[in-house]
């Protein structure tokens, strides 16, 4: 696992970082964060395995989801950079284009609604993820050690493992994919807020950037395609 220290940053940021600019938005601008706030995406109760298998007209099976790879746990966890932050700002507010320099201190949305996560990432870029609010503290080391698990291969999935010989209910053999389900699912709520993903979520995330990290060279050998 690489050496990288945890940070007091990884946290529910429930005060803003000191701003650069003094060009605070004010709280009616910022969208609602609220539990019964939030707009509803997700209106009924549904659950799938993403696997991303397919039958053979390429169509996804009945109940299968498109793997969840590293850029699709981004979206899922409303993960953006102060970077991505500033120009979505200068976007939104071109009046102050080249006048200020936009942190997320100066987002209401890190005071007065929900704690969102706020973190650095192996980058060492400041990231928040704004679907990921009212969770419990966030580890850095446990997402890190989530992240080394997937790097090693001992994450189960129907990606990583071969195949395992086994018996059906008449006694007859199957071989099957090595895969392992231990009930631990990705749970959000109606409104997608991250409700039990947070660790798990970042390491993948975490483990990508590994791939384009220090050790890319070993690692996209071992894992060619994105995390």
Not at 8 to 29: I, V
Not at 54 to 73: C, F, K, Q, V
Not at 107 to 121: C, S
Not at 158 to 170: F, I, P, Q, Y
Request: aromatic share 6%.
């Amino acid at each position: 696992m690489p050496a990288v220290s945890s940070k007091k940053e990884d946290k529910a940021a429930t005060k803003p970082a000191a701003a650069s600019n003094g060009a605070k938005l004010k709280k009616a601008e910022a969208p609602a964060l609220s539990v019964l706030d939030r707009p509803v995406i997700y209106p009924d109760l549904e659950a799938f395995v993403c696997d991303g298998k397919r039958g053979a007209d390429g169509e996804l099976l009945p109940g299968r989801r498109e793997r969840i790879t590293a850029s699709l746990m981004q979206a899922v966890l409303g993960w953006q950079t102060e970077e991505e932050y500033a120009s979505q700002m200068d976007v939104e507010h071109p009046e102050q284009k080249g006048k200020v320099k936009w942190v997320f201190g100066d987002d209401p949305r890190t005071v007065h609604g929900e704690p969102v996560l706020k973190l650095t990432d192996l980058e060492g870029k400041v990231v928040c993820c704004w679907n990921n609010t009212t969770n419990r503290p966030f580890d850095r080391d446990r997402a890190l050690g989530y992240a080394q698990d997937m790097l090693d291969g001992n994450w189960s999935d129907s990606v990583n493992g071969g195949k395992v010989k086994l018996k059906d209910a008449e006694g007859n053999d199957v071989e099957l994919p090595e895969i392992t389900m231990n009930g631990e699912s990705i749970i959000l709520s109606r409104s997608g807020r991250c409700v039990s993903i947070q660790h798990r979520g970042v390491g993948l995330i975490w483990a990508e950037q590994q791939r384009h990290g220090a050790r890319a060279e070993q690692l996209q050998r071992d894992w060619p395609e994105e995390m």
